[in-house]
């Protein structure tokens, strides 16, 4: 295992113990729950995390990114560093729309557990939005019983996702492994981005047939599998999905934690460093 592919297995793990936080804080499911519906997060806890997003130190992060154009502080700009300020502070960053929990495709459910939902909520998410039109996500986590910061990521496919999947009246999740979101309505599974079509088509399937095509692409990947013990835990091996992505690292004072944890193991969402641009290769 290379030196890059211990960091980014030590940074999916670190999200991994922080999502899992989320998942215990969320309450159990109730009685008249939709089957297969994830746990949702509390209010309390939502606005504790957009609370800290809110602190003036990671708006002037998020000014500083927007300025950058996603650009990671280890890579020079043409800029200046008192331009790089000037035009942080004049992108103004602000909160936009609900905070809203990220929910991932759950490993129990794969494995085919009685009663285990569809997806748990890994994250939240905040879309910020700069004056000159940008917009980022900022992605909170729930350790040491507070809300922290972990990534910023440009775009706002978090909370996009989830206000049209609610505007339908349904939940939003996403199969990372294959970077798909989908949102579980009446028990159906339907597609929310080009990704989650190819999967399972425009007009979507079953919740018991999702299952079937999950269980069927990660059953034998899960926690404790060979291919797990193999060191390429989530799906696909962590130096081709880093290799593969855009993403931008960077020296930031924030958390440097951006993989994302997903069926409980190291599948990998980032290159384990703060500021990210979004993949643009599908």
Do not use: C
Request: charged fraction near 20%; charge should be neutral; aromatic fraction near 6%.
């Amino acid at each position: 295992m290379t030196d890059s592919q211990r960091i980014l297995r030590a940074a999916a793990a670190a999200l991994l113990t922080a999502g899992l936080g989320l998942a215990v804080a969320a309450p159990a499911a109730h009685a008249d729950q939709p089957a297969g519906a994830p746990a949702p997060v509390p209010a309390a806890e939502l606005a504790q995390a957009r609370g800290a997003v809110q602190d003036p130190a990671v708006l002037d992060q998020v000014g500083h990114f927007f300025a950058r154009k996603g650009v990671p502080p280890t890579q020079q700009l043409t800029i200046g560093a008192a331009e790089e300020a000037s035009a942080a502070s004049a992108s103004a960053p602000r909160l936009a729309g609900d905070t809203v929990p990220v929910y991932t495709l759950d490993a129990g459910f794969v494995a085919g557990t009685p009663g285990a939902p569809v997806a748990k909520a890994e994250f939240t998410a905040s879309k910020v939005v700069g004056a000159d039109g940008q917009s980022a996500s900022v992605w909170t986590v729930r350790q040491g019983g507070a809300w922290r910061v972990v990534n910023i990521a440009s775009g706002g496919d978090e909370s996009d996702y989830a206000a049209k999947a609610a505007s339908g009246g349904g939940t939003a999740f996403r199969e990372p492994q294959i970077n798909a979101w989908y949102v579980l309505r009446d028990g159906r599974v339907l597609p929310l981005d080009d990704e989650a079509r190819r999967s399972v088509g425009a007009g979507g399937v079953s919740l018991t047939a999702y299952q079937k095509l999950v269980h069927q692409r990660y059953g034998d990947k899960l926690p404790g599998s060979a291919y797990d013990r193999a060191g390429e835990g989530g799906g696909y091996d962590v130096a081709r999905a880093a290799e593969a992505d855009t993403r931008a690292g960077g020296g930031s004072p924030l958390p440097a934690v951006t993989a994302a944890a997903a069926l409980g193991v190291t599948a990998l969402a980032g290159t384990g460093a703060v500021l990210r641009r979004r993949r643009t290769a599908r």
